[in-house]
């Protein structure tokens, strides 16, 4: 009987410990949804994807093209070049709807983009309902933006 005794009261003991120490919210956010959270809105915002630090990432100035980096780094995305030069990527099997800033952009557009001007790329791998060529998903590109300068009201004598 005392043995049981012992038991119940180690036992309401740590749960007294283990509520105490819940404080009902998650303190760490992992870098990728920081990253969602300050770069894609509406439609980008919502939908799961790989998300790539471009801006932080020091293998990617040596490329002339953002999607001649981008093989091998996400699974499931190929990357074929034309004739013509211009490279087209693939995700299993479709063409995605290449955006930057959340705007659709043709191919080519992405050979006048200079790498070092990109903070994130989220590769949408599903089905994406947001724009053109939804079935082959999406590849969202987002630039850098300028910090906007706090202008010092000065007054005149």
């Known amino acids: 009987m005392k043995n049981y005794l012992v038991m119940v ?3 309401l003991a740590a749960f007294t410990v283990s509520a105490q120490k819940y404080n009902g919210s998650s ?3 992992s870098t ?3 990253l ?4 894609c809105t509406g439609m980008f915002k919502s939908t799961d994807g790989v998300i790539l630090d471009v801006e932080n990432n020091v ?3 040596g490329h002339l093209n953002i999607l001649n980096w981008l093989p091998g780094r996400v699974a499931g995305l190929q990357i074929y070049r034309t004739a013509l030069g211009i490279s087209v990527p693939v995700i299993r099997g479709a063409v995605p709807g290449v955006y930057v800033d959340e705007i659709l952009v043709p191919l080519n557009f ?3 983009l200079n790498v070092n001007d990109i903070a994130i790329i989220k590769i949408i791998k599903t089905p994406f309902l947001g724009g053109f060529n939804g079935a082959g998903g999406a590849i969202a590109i987002y630039t850098i933006g300028g ?3 706090e202008e010092e009201d000065v ?3």
């Open 59 to 61: 293998t990617t100035s």
């Open 32 to 34: 990728e949804q920081r």
């Open 155 to 157: 007054a005149s004598p």
């Open 27 to 29: 303190a760490t956010i």
């Open 147 to 149: 910090e906007e300068e």
């Open 36 to 39: 969602n959270d300050m770069y």
């Open 110 to 112: 992405l050979d006048a």
């Open 9 to 11: 009261v180690v036992t």
